[in-house]
């Protein structure tokens, strides 16, 4: 790592929006991973959101060094289906390191306790742009945490009650490969709450979401 680059991280901080953002996409669709030395966060979306990926670029563009890549893949559940998808790396830091610790302890995805510390309406908006979706019946959202435990749903149905005052429940969602899916449904109650609290802050392309 050359001189200027260690400079460089040493000066390296989060603002609290940039804080609020990247709390919100680790509950949502981003991931930390452990480079030699420290953490790395990647953001990547759909081809549908291209223009969401670049707006998350934009905000954490002195933590990112390359502008977003087009990927393309294998769709695992149809091999004969391409995903195109468009990617982003931050730089490796002790912030996101630490971030780590609290969020990947055994090397998965976890609720860590403190998670309704962390929430606040910006943070619950990312999340909601990257997992939410409308309820195809009725008036509730679902919030779409199948890769959490069931333990770690439960975590987060009490900080949304707690930060909010939004009621949720765990949903199931099917199986896949022998397990049980569940999810977090928003009812109908609190979804009006939800929209007041989201609608600041929900970008002109996931507006649908909650409408």
Same mark, same amino acid.
């Given at each position: 790592?050359?001189?200027?680059? @260690?400079?460089?991280?040493?000066?390296?901080?989060?603002?609290?929006?940039?804080?609020?953002?990247?709390?919100?996409?680790?509950?949502?669709?981003?991931?930390?991973?452990?480079?030699?030395?420290?953490?790395?966060?990647?953001?990547?979306?759909?081809?549908?959101?291209?223009?969401?990926?670049?707006?998350?670029?934009?905000? /954490?563009?002195? &933590?990112?060094?390359?502008?977003?890549?087009?990927?393309?893949?294998?769709?695992?559940?149809?091999?004969?289906?391409?995903?195109?998808?468009?990617? @982003?790396?931050? $730089?490796?830091?002790?912030?996101?390191?630490?971030?780590?610790?609290? /969020?990947?302890?055994?090397?998965?995805?976890?609720?860590?306790?403190?998670?309704?510390?962390?929430?606040?309406?910006?943070?619950?908006? @990312?999340?909601?742009?990257?997992?939410?979706?409308?309820?195809?019946?009725?008036?509730?959202?679902?919030?779409?945490?199948?890769?959490?435990? $069931?333990?770690?749903?439960?975590?987060?149905?009490?900080?949304?009650?707690?930060? /909010?005052?939004?009621?949720?429940?765990?949903?199931?969602?099917?199986? &896949?490969?022998?397990?049980?899916?569940?999810?977090?449904?928003?009812?109908?109650?609190?979804?009006?709450?939800?929209?007041?609290?989201?609608?600041?802050?929900?970008?002109?392309?996931?507006?649908?979401?909650?409408?």
């Amino acid at each position: 790592m050359g001189k200027q680059l @260690v400079t460089y991280k040493k000066r390296l901080s989060l603002d609290p929006r940039q804080r609020s953002i990247l709390i919100g996409s680790i509950l949502g669709d981003a991931n930390l991973r452990m480079m030699k030395s420290h953490a790395t966060m990647t953001i990547e979306h759909a081809d549908s959101q291209r223009e969401y990926v670049f707006w998350k670029y934009k905000i /954490f563009q002195n &933590w990112i060094f390359t502008p977003p890549q087009k990927k393309s893949r294998i769709y695992y559940k149809d091999p004969s289906r391409k995903i195109i998808s468009w990617r @982003v790396q931050t $730089l490796s830091h002790p912030i996101l390191t630490r971030l780590y610790n609290l /969020f990947y302890p055994n090397g998965r995805k976890i609720v860590p306790n403190n998670i309704a510390d962390l929430l606040n309406p910006l943070t619950l908006s @990312v999340w909601f742009m990257d997992d939410g979706s409308r309820k195809t019946y009725g008036r509730g959202a679902f919030l779409h945490t199948q890769n959490f435990s $069931l333990k770690g749903q439960k975590r987060l149905i009490e900080a949304l009650k707690e930060r /909010f005052g939004l009621e949720a429940r765990i949903s199931s969602h099917g199986y &896949w490969k022998s397990r049980q899916l569940f999810r977090l449904y928003i009812t109908a109650a609190s979804f009006p709450r939800l929209k007041k609290i989201i609608s600041p802050h929900i970008l002109s392309q996931f507006v649908y979401k909650i409408a």
